[in-house]
């Protein structure tokens, strides 16, 4: 079965970066885009970027732009997310998720990952 | 400010029938059947309820249901069940990116 399973929980000053993984199986990795997706406490969720395991394209959201950086190991069918100069409202539950059908629709999704920004 | 609009709560009885919208624009939603919708129990990931406006994962069930009108998604649950109270959000394909809806809190009374 298609499994999605992240790194634990981080605890980062401001200003560091964190970089979280998120291993898959199960499924052809390089078939499928993986999305990089958070959640603020007691917010909804946001949308990050996208990478293409095939080829490594990213896109991410103008509001990372110059922040995150997605990336791929396909010997290990992992997909990172580093995200740097951390502040407080970065604080929040990411998650990955797998884009079943190539338009944006995440069918399957990590357990999340809890990155606390804390001085 | 969330890309999509969603009443941020709605209520049932049990056996009864709610209906969830999700408002975008014509450069989302209006243009696109790509409309998809998440639950979310506290503490766990979200889950794939509805994909393309109206098709079910295999294992969703059947109570679920969606549909789309104009700029305007819906999602609509049928004979309401305890295990249904949680938060749902709508999302949406766009050139750009893609968005979500705020979220609605479901509580089954």
């Known amino acids: 079965q298609v499994q999605l399973v992240q790194s634990g929980a981080e605890v980062k000053r401001p200003g560091a970066s964190v970089k979280v993984s998120c291993k898959t199986s199960g499924y052809t990795f390089t078939s499928y885009n993986a999305h990089w997706v958070r959640q603020a406490p007691g917010q909804g969720l946001e949308w990050m970027g996208i990478?293409?395991?095939?080829?490594?394209?990213?896109s991410y959201a103008q509001k990372f732009q110059g922040r995150v950086t997605m990336t791929r190991d396909t010997s290990t069918s992992t997909v990172y997310m580093d995200l740097s100069s951390l502040r407080s409202e970065d604080t929040a539950v990411y998650y990955c998720?797998?884009?079943?059908?190539?338009?944006?629709?995440?069918?399957?999704w990590g357990q999340g990952t809890l990155v606390t920004v804390s001085s | 400010q969330s890309a999509l609009t969603q009443p941020a709560s709605v209520s049932g009885s049990p056996g009864q029938s709610i209906t969830i919208s999700c408002t975008g624009t014509?450069?989302?939603?209006?243009?696109?059947?790509?409309v998809s919708w998440y639950q979310q129990h506290p503490g766990k990931a979200p889950k794939l309820m509805i994909y393309?406006?109206?098709k079910r994962p295999s294992g969703v069930s059947n109570r679920f249901s969606g549909s789309k009108s104009g700029n305007t998604a819906s999602l609509t649950i049928s004979g309401l069940q305890a295990e249904d109270e949680a938060d749902y959000y709508c999302?949406?394909?766009?050139?750009?990116?893609?968005?979500f809806g705020g979220g609605t809190k479901l509580t089954v009374l």
């Open positions: 998720a797998r884009d079943g059908s190539g338009w944006h629709q995440f069918d399957s």
């Open positions: 014509r450069s989302d939603v209006g243009t696109y059947n790509l």
């Open positions: 990478i293409n395991p095939s080829g490594g394209g990213t």
């Open positions: 393309e406006v109206t």
């Open positions: 999302c949406s394909y766009a050139d750009s990116s893609p968005g």
